[in-house]
C-alpha cells in the first residue's frame, strides 16, 4: 500500500502540510547552522547540524508524501524538473558571477560548486529518465507555463491546478507562472 496522500481530504492534511514546512525549515536552519560553525572552526559542531539537516529532509519528504504534493507516478514531473536543474547551472552561475563583482569572491566560489551540483542533478536525472521512461510524452497542443524563478514547466492548464499550487521546485504561486509562447 502507497503512503501517497493519504492525508489528503482528512483532519490531518494541514497538519501533514504544516510538518512538511516545519521540517523542511529545519533542513535550511540546521544546513546554515552547519557553514555558521565551519567559519568559527568547529568542525565537529557542523557535522552534527549537517545530520540533522539530512534527517529533516527525510521527514520533510514523508510529510509531503502523507499530503500527496507529488504524483505517485512522477515521471512527467521528474521531466520538468530535469530542464530546470539543467537550466539552473547557468542560473547559479550568472548568480555567481553577481556576487564576485560585488566583491565577495569567497561566496562565488562556494556558488559556483553549486552551479556545477545543479547541473549534476540534471545529468543524473536524465539518465535515470532513458533508463526508465526512455520517451516524452507527447505535449502537442498542451498548455506549458514555465514558473519565472527556476524555469520549472508546468504542462497544462494551471488554472486547472487549486490556489495552493506551487512550483515544486521553487514554491512560487501559481500566479506567478506565465505561458511559454
Request: charged share 25%; proline share 3%; hydrophobic share 40%.
Amino acid at each position: 500500500m502507497s503512503l501517497n496522500g493519504i492525508a489528503k481530504g482528512t483532519e490531518l492534511e494541514s497538519l501533514m502540510k504544516n510538518m512538511m514546512q516545519a521540517e523542511a525549515n529545519g533542513t535550511m536552519m540546521y544546513y546554515a547552522l552547519a557553514q555558521l560553525a565551519r567559519e568559527q572552526g568547529l568542525d565537529d559542531v557542523a557535522e552534527g547540524f549537517i545530520t540533522a539537516a539530512n534527517e529533516e529532509a527525510v521527514h520533510a519528504g514523508f510529510y509531503a508524501v502523507l499530503s500527496g504534493k507529488y504524483p505517485t507516478d512522477f515521471w512527467d514531473l521528474i521531466r520538468a524538473v530535469q530542464k530546470a536543474e539543467e537550466n539552473g547551472e547557468a542560473q547559479v552561475k550568472a548568480m555567481a558571477d553577481k556576487v564576485r563583482a560585488a566583491g565577495f569572491d569567497e561566496a562565488a566560489d562556494q556558488m559556483e560548486i553549486f552551479a556545477r551540483q545543479e547541473g549534476g542533478h540534471g545529468v543524473r536525472l536524465q539518465a535515470m529518465l532513458d533508463k526508465y521512461q526512455p520517451k516524452a510524452p507527447d505535449t502537442a497542443g498542451q498548455k506549458v507555463y514555465v514558473c519565472p524563478v527556476c524555469g520549472y514547466e508546468h504542462v497544462g492548464d494551471i488554472n486547472d491546478e487549486d490556489d495552493s499550487y506551487v512550483c515544486p521546485l521553487c514554491g512560487q504561486p501559481k500566479s506567478a507562472f506565465v505561458l511559454k509562447k
